[in-house]
DNA sequence: CGCCAATTCCGAAACGTTTGGGATCGCCGC
DNA sequence: GCGGCGATCCCAAACGTTTCGGAATTGGCG
């Protein structure tokens, strides 16, 4: 390994001049530094980042821990979110390490060890819900971390959408359109955004003089097949809906699929809006006739989490440092008036 | 932050002695080995992880580097691989760290950099393939790692199955059954995995006196879009196969929609057999008839890897510590007899 | 009483880096 | 001639841990 004694000993210079030349303080000859960096690049010297992260206090590793769990579904989401913030990370220069802990291990404790012992800057937190204590713990400690989503019940710096408003919208839209049997394929209420996403639609309602139907409201993993037979469920009614919300485009997905064999035709039939992640690893493509909701690219969130991270970490005492991310509404072509829908086919 | 140093004050020792009490030393008394452990307790003493790194030039961390890639297919198997090699790790106390690479990013370069900046134990590659640096790169560093999968052209520790029998196996319990028109859905022939596959695939045929008809041979991404679209075309066919091969489970369900899709019934029309990865997270549930096919679950290659990596780097010097996991194979009900199959149709 | 060994303890150095507080030198202005 | 100043350099301490070598105390035994 080459060290800065090493270099001190080739160009004839102490080891601190060669510190403050590589790390480019101002006293040190312009000469003497070129000396010095040409010298570091010739003997291959890599600063050693322990060395570093020992004097500074500071380690460039940020975390995530998430839960093992013998449920496949449960990590539907994980896989994307787990490489978005990973390239992220990694392009901000900090290293992400992914601690996947066993099933049923004890997620605080080990947010609180892997603090304690040093070496993690900070954490990442996803999926916060009412029971979980990982944002208390990680204040009690004094730990650096961002939140994917929020706990509205505490303040905590997170980055997130407004879920209430992802609800709201389409709920809005498709009772603007004429709809009142409105199904609504949620995503798990053990979640504050699936929880967001409820009170936006129950408000949508509201402010039409209407209620939901509280057999149309399905909590579900937000994948295909839980999409599938959720819907077929639902198209099974005596009453089926005339519209539904899907959670996500996953969830449309097999909404789609459902409707297909039930011979149930989308417009037609069926209006369909989703919200859309914008997944990378799940395009939302192929969908006939063209899917519409609301949407907000997760990459996006990937983004502003890393960096806000890094800005949390570098100051000492946690800003609350907050960010609402942008969310867009397009009707689609998987949508139609219900009044329009029956003149039409009672029409030629 | 509690140190070392907290707790020789509390309990009137050195340094040293505490160190060597809490590190289970010999030279320490019974009792005071007691009063240390209980003020460490008390205290919520944890060991600074990057003190000792520096100390013991052991960090702890292991990595994997994967190329950023803008294709969600290459991306298939990621998932299965990060979450399990994850949890592995974090059970052996160890932390993992996954970089994502920006797309076009030179991953030699990012492994080479990440270990010359010390900080990282060791390394775990996937999916080698016969144009990649990255095996040779490490072992020119010196840096301990370990390979899922395997070059044959060059010597290195490894973790792998025997994938020219998986090919071997699989063709040949076909060409007994009397299938002649065999295909072959593989993975990319970019990986050795798969070329190994095809040369079993090749044996088989050989030992049989034939030849394998190159019309019949696919190498697709390794996910049910890819196997559907590729078993369509080889069903429309002039003359269409008779069996098919799929490279894994996920192949085998496109391969059972497809043939759904053409009215072919599986196994009368079609035999069918899959490499079964044993996958968590796409779990081969639901195939009718049952898929058979050999079969090497994931999950244990995990174990080891984690396992073998660790001592791996707790060796200094690189042994060839390579192992070869058990295959096995069942038959399952996808498959049938050619003869048997047109007698069937011909008689009652 | 003196010697040796076992037991239990501690000082100090080391890992590689950063940084505060000087030191040295030449030069200017008074 | 001298104080001061800017430029350039270096010593030494510090981060928290591990560990080598030795020191102090005790007990046994000749």
Chains 1, 2 share one sequence.
């Not at 509280?214 to 009614?237: H, V």
């Not at 409707?259 to 990378?280: K, M, N, R, T």
Request: with cysteine.
């Amino acid at each position: 390994m080459v060290t800065l004694k090493d270099i001190s000993r080739d160009v004839g210079l102490s080891i601190t001049q060669v510190s403050r030349a590589l790390g480019g303080h101002t006293d040190v000859n312009a000469a003497t530094r070129e000396r010095v960096q040409l010298a570091a690049t010739r003997l291959g010297y890599r600063p050693n980042a322990i060395a570093r992260s020992l004097k500074t206090g500071r380690s460039g590793i940020v975390a995530m821990i998430v839960a093992g769990s013998r449920d496949p579904d449960s990590n539907a989401h994980l896989f994307e979110i787990v490489m978005g913030l990973s390239a992220e990370i990694s392009a901000l220069g900090l290293q992400f390490v992914l601690h996947v802990g066993q099933p049923g291990a004890d997620v605080v404790k080990l947010h609180t060890e892997l603090y304690r012992s040093g070496g993690i800057d900070g954490f990442v937190i996803i999926g916060p819900s009412p029971a979980d204590q990982r944002i208390k713990c990680l204040t009690d400690l004094g730990a650096p971390f961002i939140v994917h989503g929020r706990d509205p019940e505490q303040p905590h710096p997170f980055v997130d959408i407004d879920n209430f408003d992802v609800g709201r919208t389409m709920a809005d839209h498709l009772l603007s359109l004429g709809h009142r049997r409105i199904a609504f394929l949620n995503g798990p209420l053990s979640e504050f955004f699936a929880i967001q996403r409820q009170r936006g639609v129950d408000a949508a309602f509201a402010a039409h003089g209407l209620s939901v139907d509280p057999a149309l409201i399905r909590s579900i993993t937000m994948i295909e097949p839980q999409g599938r037979s959720a819907a077929r469920d639902l198209l099974q009614l005596d009453n089926p809906p005339t519209a539904i919300i899907a959670g996500n485009t996953m969830i449309a997905r097999g909404v789609y699929h459902a409707a297909a064999d039930a011979g149930v035709s989308i417009p037609g039939d069926l209006s369909v809006l989703a919200h859309d992640d914008g997944l990378e690893l799940f395009p939302a493509v192929g969908f006939q006739p063209p899917l519409g909701g609301t949407s907000a690219h997760l990459s996006a969130a990937w983004i502003s989490l890393s960096a806000d991270l890094k800005q949390i970490i570098a100051a000492s005492k946690t800003p609350m440092h907050n960010r609402i991310l942008d969310l867009t509404f397009d009707k689609g072509s998987a949508t139609q008036s219900i009044l329009v829908d029956r003149s039409m086919r009672v029409g030629p």
